[in-house]
């Protein structure tokens, strides 16, 4: 039984370029969170899916934020124009149907420089 | 309005002693669910309990402990003869409907040998 994996965990990027991130769920898990969490603070909700549809974005999900899922499995989460606001850590989450508990990735180191 | 609170930014205790932290919620909700994560440095948030807010009855696990009073709102993790290996953030979190969570501000637990 596979956990939450994420890719890649650490990505260095310049202002101003496109960084995307990958999650893979587990398995037959058909809700998929996106949270980001800055040093010295909890993990803020981001987005998530139940399936293949988005079906809440906080408002910290700014116009350069794209999440997609398109078929339902894994899911990317786009930031176009980087900042260094954007610096943190990502991380992805799933929860099956019928569970009430959420599963965590390892998470996405962003540093923007 | 929903919110956490995990008033203990660093906890540092030797090798041994028993440390609790604290949480204290709030929430509109009749029916919910609370969550512990434990991070290590590693980043990966790791599932350590969920209680929904019909079972007040305290849990044990080994080491750990827990303390649900619905009357103070409150949530409290215990760890008996602490290990350096504790040492980690731990958060606490309550669930919000469509599976979102909000999560206190962490308690760092330094555990020295």
């Known amino acids: 039984d596979t956990g939450v994996s994420q890719d890649p965990r650490h990505k260095i990027t310049k202002r101003g370029q496109n960084v995307t991130f990958r999650c893979d769920p587990i398995s037959e898990h058909n809700r998929l969170y996106w949270y980001r969490q800055t040093l010295g603070q909890g993990p803020e909700f981001l987005t998530y899916?139940?399936?293949?549809?988005?079906?809440?974005k906080s408002r910290l999900l700014s116009d350069r934020f794209s999440a997609e899922r398109p078929k339902g499995s894994f899911s990317t989460l786009e930031i176009q124009r980087t900042e260094q606001g954007d610096s943190a850590m990502y991380l992805c989450?799933?929860?099956?149907?019928?569970?009430?508990?959420?599963?965590f990735g390892e998470g996405s180191w962003l540093t923007v420089v | 309005a929903q919110k956490v609170t995990q008033a203990q930014t660093e906890i540092s205790v030797v090798e041994k002693e028993d440390v609790t932290l604290d949480c204290v919620y709030e929430?509109?909700?009749?029916?919910?669910?609370l969550f512990w994560y434990k991070q290590p440095p590693s980043g990966e948030l790791v599932f350590l309990i969920r209680r929904n807010s019909f079972d007040e009855q305290n849990e044990i696990s080994g080491r750990y402990s827990w303390n649900f009073q619905k009357s103070t709102s409150s949530f409290n993790f215990t760890i008996t003869a602490s290990q350096v290996v504790d040492s980690a953030v731990y958060f606490c979190a309550l669930k919000m409907e469509g599976g979102k969570l909000i999560f206190g501000q962490g308690t760092e637990l330094s555990v020295k040998p």
């Open positions: 929430t509109r909700d009749t029916t919910y669910y």
């Open positions: 899916f139940q399936n293949e549809a988005q079906l809440e």
């Open positions: 989450a799933s929860r099956g149907s019928s569970g009430n508990t959420i599963y």
